[in-house]
């Protein structure tokens, strides 16, 4: 009932003007959010980086209306690359394609996205397609599949493990060859697309993460469950998939000891790291998530 009171608002233009323009607002997103600017991204990038991690810097934005928005958005994208590139930094990018103008023209975000997944080729980086919500997961993937065919190992995308469909999308973009990132959704979705209970998710979790461990494509294990994660260890040591042939991917501001845990055990660990000022639909979707936050952050916020 709170996740779905708690996704409803992450849509309410009225509350997410209120929440994006208040010290209060501002305040609690920071468990989730690095800051508002590159500057103050890079920075935590930096930080985290001297711990051990490697980090996909994401910067905040989603449903832009005007080409000017998403050519902008986009500019954002080209300084960050370069700002890694020389800051020699242990960093990629996610970018989700309605922040770079996909509900503008789907042609506006081939060229957008195109434009940034080139950029990154040439200086030996990656981009990260991110998903979003059932609407768009046919579109992410024919642009993802139409990047890789142009760079090759420079770009790669998310799959939902709650959609009935995602079996079928993993095969398809493993024979390609094309790197994945595993999470279990975070969007509201029918019954008739995706799984409606947390157990089915879970278990349709734990079979696409062994297709792609097997596979031989370096994926993302994007899960905070330790349930999950001691699955993927167990299977990774009965399969001898080596360490260093996937990673977990974690998000910035949750579970952060079990993140130092598993760098402490020799695995790779991703942190994605959200910023910028459009950061209350990204909060409220982590809310969502795991509403036990809900009170964490009330908490905080009064003390």
């Given amino acids: 009932m709170l996740r779905s009171v708690l996704i409803a608002l992450s849509q309410n233009a009225s509350v997410r003007n209120l929440m994006e323009r208040s010290a209060p607002g501002r305040r609690i997103s920071s468990r989730f959010v690095a800051g508002l600017t590159v500057g103050e991204a890079l920075r935590v990038t930096a930080a985290l980086n001297r711990e051990g991690f490697a980090v996909s810097l994401d910067s905040l934005g989603e449903s832009v209306a005007t080409e000017q928005q998403a050519r902008s958005a986009a500019a954002v994208y080209h300084q960050l690359l370069d700002a890694i590139a020389a800051q020699g930094l242990d960093a990629n990018v996610s970018v989700k394609l309605t922040g770079v103008g996909m509900d503008v023209s789907p042609a506006l975000a081939e060229s957008t996205a195109g434009g940034i997944v080139a950029h990154a080729a040439e200086l030996g980086n990656f981009v990260r397609i991110d998903m979003e919500g059932s609407d768009y997961t ?64 879970d278990a349709n979790y734990a079979t696409l993460m062994r297709m792609m461990l097997k596979s031989g494509v370096f994926c993302g ?63 409220m979707r982590r809310l969502a998530e795991r509403p036990a936050n809900v009170l964490f952050l009330l908490k905080n916020l009064f003390t």
């Fill in 138 to 201: 046919e579109p992410t993937m024919a642009l993802t599949e139409h990047l890789h065919a142009q760079f090759p190992g420079r770009v790669g995308t998310v799959l939902q493990a709650y959609l009935y469909r995602t079996v079928y999308d993993t095969e398809r973009l493993l024979e390609q060859g094309i790197r994945i990132r595993l999470c279990k959704g975070a969007y509201k979705e029918s019954a008739r697309l995706a799984f409606p209970q947390k157990t089915d998710v």
């Fill in 221 to 283: 294990i994007a899960t905070h469950d330790p349930a999950m994660i001691a699955a993927t260890e167990r299977f990774a040591a009965e399969q001898g998939i080596a360490r260093d042939r996937f990673e977990f991917q974690m998000l910035y501001g949750v579970q952060r000891e079990l993140q130092r845990d598993l760098l402490r055990r020799g695995y790779g660990v991703r942190v994605y790291l959200p910023f910028g000022t459009d950061w209350y639909p990204y909060f």
